[in-house]
């Protein structure tokens, strides 16, 4: 298994999450940036008890967050069957 990659983020963008988020009652939208999401792109609540479940159990792996940033998204823009140019600069 994989480390999470620092300055990544792109599984608290570009996934929709339907369970709910603190700050983010309704869970949020494919594309959405998490309001836990940092400018460095780390988790503000990572290591917090109110991290959602689905959060949780999401690991990284080189199958889905492949090399760098840029093959994260566009592998998590494919899963949500979405564009992912949109999110490169997000």
Same mark, same amino acid.
């Given at each position: 298994?994989?480390?999470? #990659? &620092? @300055?990544? +983020? %792109?599984?608290? !963008?570009?996934? $929709?999450? $339907?369970? %709910? !988020?603190?700050?983010?009652? *309704? @869970? &949020?939208?494919? +594309?959405? #940036?998490? !309001?836990?999401?940092? =400018?460095?792109?780390?988790? *503000?609540? /990572? ?10 159990? /999401? &690991? %990284?792996?080189? !199958?889905?967050? @492949? &090399? *760098? #940033? =840029?093959?994260?998204? #566009?592998?998590?823009? %494919? ?5 992912? $140019?949109? /999110?490169?600069?997000?």
């Amino acid at each position: 298994m994989m480390e999470c #990659r &620092k @300055g990544c +983020g %792109a599984c608290c !963008i570009v996934p $929709s999450i $339907s369970s %709910a !988020i603190p700050g983010m009652p *309704n @869970g &949020k939208p494919a +594309g959405v #940036r998490c !309001i836990h999401l940092t =400018e460095d792109y780390r988790c *503000n609540i /990572f290591n917090s008890p109110l991290r959602p479940r689905v959060c949780e159990q /999401f &690991k %990284a792996e080189e !199958i889905i967050c @492949g &090399k *760098n #940033r =840029e093959e994260a998204i #566009r592998n998590l823009a %494919a899963l949500e069957e979405i564009d992912y $140019s949109d /999110f490169l600069n997000t």
